[in-house]
C-alpha cells in the first residue's frame, strides 16, 4: 500500500531564499502548459533524499536538459488557459509554491476521466481492458491526445490550495494539471518549484554532474 499525493507544509527551511532566487530567473522555456519555464535550474540540496524519505524509496532527479526537474515556472493572468490534464513520465512528481500566500489561487487540480471512470492510467493489462481499451497507444490517442483540454470529458474531483511552501508530491499516473495563471508580474504570479524523479539511487557520477 502506498500513498499517491502527500502535502507538506513549511517544507524549506530557506523558502524564502529559493523564492528571492526564483525572482531573478528567466522565463523563456515554452511547453504544453499555460506560461514559462525558467531557463536555468536551481538546485535544492539533499532534496532527493528529502524526498526519498517521505515516498519511502530511493528516488533520482530526472536531471535531463529536455526535463521541467528543478526548474521555476511562471504563469500570468495573461497566460491563463486550461492546462492539458495529463500524466508525467516520472515516478514522482513535485509542485513546490512560491507563490506569496496573499496572491495565491487555485492550486493542483485532480480529475475523473467520465468516458472511462478512472483517475488513472490503468496500470495492468486487466484494468486496461476494463477502461476499454487493448493497448496503451490506444488510451493515449482517446484520452490524452484527443481529450486532454476537453474538459467536458473531465469531472474535477479535487484540489489541493496553493500556500506558499507548500509541497505536492504525487504519483503522477494520476490525471492531473495546474490551476489557473493570475498576476502580472513575477512577483504576484503563479510560481512554483518543479520536481520529477524516478525510482532507484542514482550513481555516484550522476550525482557529481548534477552538484
Known amino acids: 500500500m502506498v500513498p499517491h499525493l502527500f502535502v507538506i507544509d513549511d517544507f524549506l527551511r530557506n523558502a524564502d531564499r529559493v523564492r528571492e532566487e ?20 536551481v538546485n535544492i540540496e539533499g532534496l532527493d533524499q528529502i524526498v526519498s524519505m517521505l515516498v519511502r524509496e530511493p528516488v533520482q532527479p530526472m536531471w535531463a536538459n529536455d526535463n521541467s526537474h528543478a526548474c521555476c515556472r511562471l504563469s500570468l493572468a495573461k497566460d491563463d488557459r486550461p492546462g492539458r490534464i495529463h500524466v508525467d513520465q516520472s515516478h514522482w512528481s513535485g509542485i513546490l509554491y512560491l507563490t506569496r ?44 491526445d484527443k481529450d486532454a483540454l476537453d474538459r467536458s470529458k473531465w469531472e474535477h474531483t479535487m484540489t489541493v490550495p496553493m500556500r506558499f511552501n507548500r509541497l505536492v508530491l504525487l504519483q503522477p499516473h494520476y490525471w492531473h494539471t495546474s490551476g489557473p495563471s493570475f498576476g502580472d508580474s513575477v512577483v504576484n504570479g503563479r510560481l512554483v518549484y518543479l520536481m520529477f524523479f524516478l525510482r532507484g539511487q542514482r550513481s555516484s557520477g550522476a550525482a557529481a554532474a548534477a552538484s
Open 22 to 41: 526564483a525572482l531573478t530567473l528567466n522565463y523563456s522555456v515554452t511547453g504544453h502548459f499555460p506560461g514559462l519555464n525558467s531557463s536555468e535550474k
Open 101 to 144: 500566500d496573499e496572491d495565491c489561487r487555485g492550486g493542483t487540480e485532480f480529475f475523473r476521466h467520465k468516458p472511462t471512470g478512472t483517475d488513472r492510467v490503468p496500470m495492468d493489462a486487466e484494468s486496461l481492458k476494463r477502461a476499454g481499451y487493448s493497448t496503451y497507444e490506444e488510451l493515449q490517442h482517446d484520452i490524452i
